[in-house]
Structure formats: C-alpha cells, structure tokens
C-alpha cells in the first residue's frame, strides 16, 4: 500500500518559474526521498531527508520535512524544460521497503 | 561505471503465456528490488532479495509471480499464465547495502503488456 500521497497531482508552470510539491505520509519514519522519473521509466533519486533534519539543498531543489505534520515539500528553483518528470516521494518506515507515493507529474513550458 | 540493466525493454504476450523479466543489478550492490507501476500510479513493492537471506516476498500479488536471484547478482521475475491486469512497467532497484536510508539504483524498467 502507498504511505506517501503528493500533492499536486500534476503541475503546470513557465520556464525560470519555482515548482513546489507536497508529500503527505502516514507512519513514522526514518527518512524521506524524493525521486524523478521521465517518460514513464526508471526513477533518479534526487535527495535524502533524515527524520532528524528539518531542510536539505541540492543544487536546484529545496526539501523540508516536518515529522510533526508528517509532511515533506520539495521545491525547484528557476525550472527548466528538463525538470519536466513525473516525481515521487518515498519513505523508508525503518526496514528496507521504500513506500511510494502516486507522485506528482510537472511540465514546464518554454 | 555500468547502472541496473533489465531486458526486454518491452514484452508484449498473450493472456495465458508465461513471461521471464531479467535485472542485472549493479555489480557490487547486495540487496535487490522488484517494483510493479502501472499506468499513472505509484511504484508496488513486489519482492527483496538481500545477500544469502529469504527473500522478501509479501508484495507479490499472486502466486503466479514468483522471482529468484542466482549468485546474488542477476534476477529474474516470471509471471505465470499471465492476465491483462499484470499489464504495467516492472521496475528493478539495487542498493550497496541493504534498508531505506540508502539511495536505490533503478533499471530503465520492462513495460509488460498483456493482450
């Protein structure tokens, strides 16, 4: 079953604009991540949040955490054509499985 | 240096056949994971394999699918006397090590399409 839910379920914005996404989950966890994937196909892991860590960078993107509302925001800064990508939260619930979300599907527009 | 392979890229079969799908991991990498997506959705855990350990198989949807990883390196999903709702992409993942706190590495996926 899925834990993490994102929001929106798909996004629409202008190049050099800022993308924002939501990912709602229902247990604890040890941490969080968030994927991309293009056209349907293999996921890229983007980056890691620990349960304990409140805000991470990486290059473009910007992701926070809030346990206490079980929430996580992933936000790209100046998009490209090339963000374009359907893309997933997942959370580890302390094994090895990661929990999938439905994901959110965000097309920049030139 | 060479990511998670997986072949075919796409498989179309009639209902009722059986299918093999094959995942090279990264060399290297212990544990190994099946994921199903069907159109639109989220990725289904399916089944984990971790070194010399049982498998993990409380994902699979039926026991029609059934997986198995020889040497620790390369494996295989068969699904048995297929059905049109197993239509969907099949995605293989590997990790150096084993657990959720560890970046997953994700084949290109097998698009499975049951006629």
């Known amino acids: 079953s899925q834990q993490g839910e994102e929001d929106p379920q798909a996004l629409s914005i202008q190049e050099g604009e800022n993308a924002t996404m939501n990912c709602s989950y229902k247990t604890s966890i040890n941490n969080l991540q968030w994927y991309r994937q293009n056209s349907g196909r293999g996921l890229v892991h983007l980056i890691l949040?620990?349960?304990?860590?409140r805000e991470k960078h990486s290059g473009r993107l910007r992701v926070t955490l809030d346990t206490s509302k079980k929430s996580s925001s992933l936000l790209i800064t100046a998009s490209r054509a090339a963000d374009t990508a359907s893309y997933f939260c997942a959370t580890d619930n302390n094994d090895y499985k990661l929990s999938f979300g439905a994901g959110t599907t965000v097309t920049v527009r030139a | 240096g060479a990511g998670v392979s997986q072949s075919p890229s796409n498989k179309v079969t009639e209902k009722g056949k059986d299918v093999e799908l094959r995942c090279d991991p990264i060399s290297g990498h212990t544990a190994l994971y099946w994921y199903r997506q069907s159109l639109g959705q989220g990725l289904e855990f399916l089944i984990y394999?971790?070194?010399?350990?049982?498998?993990?198989k409380s994902g699979l949807p039926s026991d029609r699918f059934s997986a198995e990883r020889t040497g620790g390196s390369v494996s295989t999903l068969t699904i048995q006397r297929t059905q049109q709702e197993d239509s969907a992409v099949y995605l293989c993942?590997?990790?150096?090590?084993?657990?959720?706190?560890?970046?997953?590495?994700f084949g290109p996926g097998t698009r499975l399409t049951v006629t």
């Open positions: 394999f971790q070194g010399n350990s049982a498998p993990d």
């Open positions: 949040i620990r349960s304990n860590e």
């Open positions: 993942a590997s990790s150096l090590i084993p657990g959720g706190t560890y970046e997953q590495y």
